[in-house]
């Protein structure tokens, strides 16, 4: 092997968790510290560590054995970790703080040669930010809901979609058994891919998304032109984010100060109209966290292990500034500010997914023409 420099590199995993992380983490720690002798930081949960006394800790090799199958992460995630926005306690009132110039220092002090940085669009945009004050960052993006620019695919997402699709195939042989509507909610606060990938694989009947606005009375037409067809069931994928047409999002707890307002119950409010409007045994199900949980597919595994790998292979260049991205079967650099200037990552009601879905049958509830030109849902 050629010889090299010894550098030291940091790690840590912002936001939400996503199935995956830990093969990222432990390829980032293969490629530095096994192939190129380099040393890695761990950083407890997300940029806070890098504040707490013990929140910077060395990442061995024998720290990542055995991780590779494991869902979340060892290193702890932060959902609510922006450094320039902490919520503190002062004098017993919590203040919000910038802490990002601390950060900067923390990391000048460490004497980091790069900091990789996995997250969603908000723990990658204060990623970019710290850039611009000098922190040497490279991002990894990680969502389940796959909506971050400049990637086609973020590590999670195959996972989630994996886990709702076999719900799915459970429900339909309860539901058809019985006889039944099952309305299943499924995760995506603003971008409808886990709804639209699984539905499709998972055979729904009805998808809904939060880019496709619906009506109600096509739901009913469609469950009622199914049992006139002797379909005596219907399967529902709803994004948690879905709206009527004139509506608005169903939310089981409002924002407050920092934490987001936290989606849930659109599935009950389609599943209560399903019941009433076309008289059919209705049961609702929130999927919810699970869709986040477990092993990782080994698509899920290979991506994250070429996104870890790749961001090594970036350190090294002193490709900082940029995020490991996904451009078809490619991995590849792309400048953070490149990726997060395009506008987040939305299903295209055009979508050739959109459109195969529509070709076999599947309504997307704005279907509102077809209804009241009396064709056949
Ligand atoms: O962004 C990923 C995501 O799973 C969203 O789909 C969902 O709305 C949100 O996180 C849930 O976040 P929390 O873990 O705070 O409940």
Redesign the pocket.
């Known amino acids: 092997m050629a010889p090299h420099t010894k550098r030291r590199i940091a790690i840590l995993t912002g936001?939400?968790d996503?199935p995956g992380l830990n093969a990222a983490i432990r390829a980032v720690v293969r490629h530095a510290v096994f192939t190129l002798g380099w040393e890695v930081l761990g950083v407890r949960n997300g940029y806070n560590g890098f504040l707490r006394p013990d929140g910077v800790f060395p990442l061995t090799l024998d720290m990542v054995r055995g991780i590779l199958p494991l869902g979340g992460t060892i290193l702890g995630a932060a959902?609510r970790g922006n450094p320039f926005a902490q919520e503190v306690v002062v004098n017993g009132k919590k203040v919000v703080r910038d802490v990002s110039d601390d950060l900067v220092a923390r990391i000048r002090e460490l004497n980091l040669d790069a900091v990789i940085v996995t997250g969603?669009d908000g723990t990658l945009g204060a990623a970019l930010d710290l850039y611009r004050k000098g922190a040497p960052i490279i991002g990894i993006p990680k969502?389940?809901?796959n909506d971050v620019p400049g990637t086609d695919f973020t590590i999670g997402f195959d996972t989630a979609v994996s886990v709702a699709a076999e719900a799915l195939d459970r429900l339909h042989t309860t539901a058809e058994s019985h006889h039944r509507v099952m309305v299943v909610e499924l995760?995506?606060?603003d971008a409808g891919f886990?709804a639209l990938h699984a539905g499709i694989a998972g055979g729904a009947d009805i998808i809904l998304l939060p880019e496709i606005p619906f009506h109600y009375e096509v739901l009913a037409a469609k469950v009622l032109g199914r049992k006139r067809r002797g379909r005596m069931f219907s399967i529902v994928a709803v994004a948690?984010?879905a709206t009527p047409v004139g509506g608005h999002k169903v939310y089981r707890q409002p924002g407050e100060g920092l934490s987001?307002a936290?989606?849930g119950g659109i599935s009950l409010h389609v599943a209560d109209y399903l019941a009433e409007a076309t008289d059919t045994e209705t049961r609702a199900l929130i999927l919810g966290?699970l869709?986040?949980g477990g092993t990782p597919t080994a698509r899920d595994r290979l991506l994250a292990t070429r996104f870890g790998a790749e961001a090594v292979r970036m350190a090294e260049q002193g490709l900082v500034g940029h995020m490991v991205a996904l451009h078809g079967t490619r991995v590849e650099p792309i400048p953070l500010e490149e990726a997060l200037a395009q506008r987040p990552k939305r299903v295209r009601p055009d979508d050739d997914m959109v459109q195969a879905a529509r070709a076999i049958g599947t309504i997307f509830g704005d279907e509102i023409e077809r209804l009241q030109s009396g064709q056949p849902l």
């Open positions: 936001g939400g996503a959902n969603g969502t389940i809901d995760m995506g606060r886990i948690e984010g987001i936290r989606l966290h869709q986040r």
